[in-house]
């Protein structure tokens, strides 16, 4: 089954301590993002990478880090988290197909809270 | 500035009364306008891609139209399953090598009332 996973799907943590959220897709798409999703606000784009060690940031990239190492996954990477991170986090992935944009497939989201 | 503008933010139908969302957008060149469906706790699932003003798709009870400046969802004759926030997206502003940056409104929240 196509799919992007998304793990932990639920995390509490305290302001201070690293933590990754990781993201693996089984679809073989060269590009996948990062969103995080606050009430009021909608989705807005953290990170994303275009393909191996290609990623670049988004509208709202601080206090975050990413890496590609791997085409399937791009962990999202929180060096020390504050309660203003404390959001609904989804991952997404699709092909690259020159200046044609495709339809993005989401994870189920990560609930993260930082007290 | 991009911007995407979704109204109503809240929509609640009684089973079978059709209605419209709508999207309206500021972008230069637009690259593909998306709507998609979310579901409390869920992420969202694609429905949709219009690429030039005056298309059209369906699927089901949906129906996705495009003109110059906006967009509309037209729902025809809901159920109770129809119940999801719709999103619209375009593609951020300066993405011009066929990368995903959605730029997302803030959404629709249905609420169909058997």
């Known amino acids: 089954e196509a799919q992007v996973t998304q793990n932990p799907r639920y995390l509490i943590t305290v302001t201070g301590k690293k933590l990754t959220v990781t993201c693996s897709q089984n679809m073989n798409h060269e590009y996948m993002s990062w969103y995080r999703q606050d009430p009021g606000l909608g989705l807005r784009q953290i990170y994303y990478s275009m393909n191996v060690e290609v990623t670049d940031k988004g509208d709202v990239p601080e206090g975050y880090k990413v890496s590609r190492k791997e085409k399937r996954n791009f962990p999202l990477i929180l060096e020390s988290p504050s309660p203003n991170q404390t959001s609904l986090y989804f991952c997404a992935s699709s092909f690259r197909t020159g200046h044609v944009n495709t339809e993005a497939f989401f994870g189920q989201g990560t609930r993260l809270t930082v007290v | 500035e991009d911007q995407v503008t979704q109204s109503p933010e809240a929509l609640r139908l009684q089973e079978g009364e059709s209605s419209s969302l709508n999207c309206s957008y500021t972008?230069?060149?637009?690259?593909?306008l998306f709507w998609y469906r979310q579901d409390p706790g869920k992420g969202p699932e694609f429905l949709f891609t219009l690429y030039s003003a005056g298309e059209e798709k369906e699927k089901e009870r949906l129906k996705a139209t495009l003109t110059k400046k906006e967009s509309f969802l037209h729902i025809t004759a809901p159920k109770p399953e129809d119940s999801a926030t719709y999103l619209c997206?375009?593609?951020?502003?300066?993405?011009?090598?066929?990368?995903?940056?959605?730029?997302f409104g803030t959404g629709t929240r249905l609420t169909v009332i058997p």
């Open positions: 972008v230069s060149g637009l690259r593909g």
């Open positions: 997206a375009v593609p951020h502003k300066g993405d011009q090598t066929g990368a995903n940056n959605l730029f």
